[in-house]
């Protein structure tokens, strides 16, 4: 089963929404050139089928008192589990912590991080990374500056990639 398929106004409903999730039904009814009682319909619909997750408030964390961020790959050993999910759940239950990836690769997880100084970050990264008895390997990243898109597209209307030149 694959993603769910989306219509034109269903994907102009999600771009909208992604510009501004604060809009009225009323004004996302009119710039989507839909019934209000459409344009509601269609947003529970999206909602119902797991497209939009939720509502969020897009925060500066300078503003919040964590000017510096960081980025930490981190490798298990060993990778078994309990010890993932045990690693996920603790990392993730710290204020430090922005978000966690698991990923492929040398390292098995890359922790995003947002703290109000350097020392904090050390100190986290000790307290929280390194004392782990199944942390075999971390290197700590800084990040000099993030930029994140506002709306992300489905990728059924992206131009397809270009397959390689043959010669």
């Known amino acids: 089963m694959g993603p769910p398929r989306l219509s034109a106004t269903d994907r102009l409903l999600i771009r909208l929404l992604q510009q501004d999730a604060r809009r009225s039904n009323k004004e996302l009814a009119r710039l989507a050139g ?4 459409t344009c509601l319909e269609r947003v529970r619909n999206l909602r119902e089928r797991g497209v939009i997750t939720g509502w969020h408030a897009h ?10 961020r960081a980025l930490i790959s981190v490798r298990l050993q060993p990778k078994t589990t309990a010890s993932v999910n045990d690693f996920v759940e603790s990392v993730l239950a710290a204020a430090e912590t922005v978000a966690i990836d698991t990923v492929s690769g040398e390292d098995d997880f890359l922790v995003r991080v ?4 350097v020392e904090w970050l050390r100190t986290f990264v000790l307290e929280h990374i390194t004392s782990r008895s199944d942390v075999a390997d971390t290197r700590t990243s800084l990040v000099y500056d993030h930029q994140a898109k ?7 209307t ?5 397959p390689p030149l043959q010669g």
Do not use: K, Q
């Not at 839909?34 to 009682?37: F, G, K, T």
């Not at 925060?59 to 000017?67: H, I, K, Q, S, Y």
């Open 34 to 37: 839909i019934a209000e009682s």
């Open 158 to 162: 992206l131009p397809r990639p270009h």
């Open 150 to 156: 506002d709306v992300i597209e489905e990728m059924e």
């Open 59 to 68: 925060t500066d964390l300078d503003a919040l008192g964590r000017p510096i």
């Open 114 to 117: 947002a703290v109000p100084g």
